[in-house]
Structure formats: C-alpha cells, structure tokens
C-alpha cells in the first residue's frame, strides 16, 4: 500500500507516482515483524473480490477479461518468508474466479526460465522482478494466449 507521499519520487523512482497521490492517500499497515502473521491476517479475500469487480466491470463496458498469474521465483533464502505463500494464495484467487466466472486465464506461474528471468536487488536474488528476457518470455506467453482467442 502506497502511503501517498512522494517519496517514490524523491527515491528516484521516476514519475510513476506524480497524478496518483490524489487518488491514494491509505497509510500502509502496522507491521507487526511477523510477515506469515500478518498474511494470515490479511489474507487474500480483498484482492479476490478485487478480481471479481474487475471481471464484472469490464464486462458491463463489453470488454473480455483475460486474468493471468504472477510468475514467481521461489523459495528464495533471501525471499520474505510470506511473500511465496502470499504470491501462491493471490493466484489460487485468480485461478479460482477465472474458473467461476468463465474468464480466460493465462498461468504463467512456473513457466519462464528459471536462468537470467529474475532481476536481482541489492545483490540479492528478486523473486519477483523480471529481467528484460524475463519480460520478452512472459509477454510471448501471454500474447500466444491472447492470439489463440482471435477470430
């Protein structure tokens, strides 16, 4: 959650942030340390209705969704130890409202390459974050995906 300031911005993290602080203005979460404690607590239901808003909204203005996975890189020693088990709940919601409601669902979890996909930060391996390959095979997946649903 974006705290609504513009840090990104002073960070050097470009002008993404400049137009949106209007829009965001949520303080992020008390941390309480504990990362699976506080996925537990959250967990994934907001982002699954999330999801559900979403299908219904695009529909209502005649567009067809296409949902797709988040690819991750993991376990990781360096990895958060709740990020993993957060990713693989937020797609088991994707997956599960694609399912429900007939959308088409591109899975790219587990489908790149496991060699030069993944960025690094801090010298650390990203699980997350793609490389330039990372992003090319990620897109080549979906658009494969996408093109099969042309006439």
Same mark, same amino acid.
């Given at each position: 959650? $974006? ?22 203005? $949520?303080?992020? =979460?008390?941390?309480?340390?504990? =990362?699976? #404690? ?19 909204? #695009? ?5 067809? !969704? ?6 991750? @890189?993991? !376990?990781? !020693?360096?990895? &958060? =130890? ?5 990713? &693989? ?7 599960? *409202?694609?399912?429900? /409601?007939? *959308? ?16 690094? #930060?801090?010298?650390? =391996?990203? !699980?997350? /974050? ?7 095979? @990620? ?5 494969? #995906?996408?093109? @099969?649903?042309?006439?």
């Amino acid at each position: 959650v $974006w705290d609504g300031s513009d840090r990104l911005r002073q960070t050097g993290a470009g002008d993404m942030a400049g137009g949106m602080n209007q829009y965001i203005q $949520w303080l992020p =979460p008390e941390d309480n340390g504990d =990362p699976l #404690a506080n996925l537990d607590r959250n967990g994934s239901g907001a982002f699954r209705r999330n999801l559900v808003s979403i299908v219904g909204l #695009a529909r209502a203005h005649g567009i067809e !969704p296409v949902l797709t996975t988040f690819a991750a @890189k993991g !376990p990781d !020693p360096a990895t &958060d =130890p709740g990020l993993i088990q957060g990713i &693989d709940e937020h797609n088991a919601a994707i997956r599960s *409202v694609a399912a429900e /409601h007939g *959308v088409t669902l591109v899975d790219v979890n587990g489908k790149l390459s496991r060699e030069g996909t993944f960025a690094e #930060a801090f010298g650390q =391996p990203d !699980p997350v /974050h793609l490389t330039p390959k990372g992003t090319r095979e @990620k897109a080549q997946i979906i658009a494969d #995906a996408v093109l @099969k649903l042309i006439p």
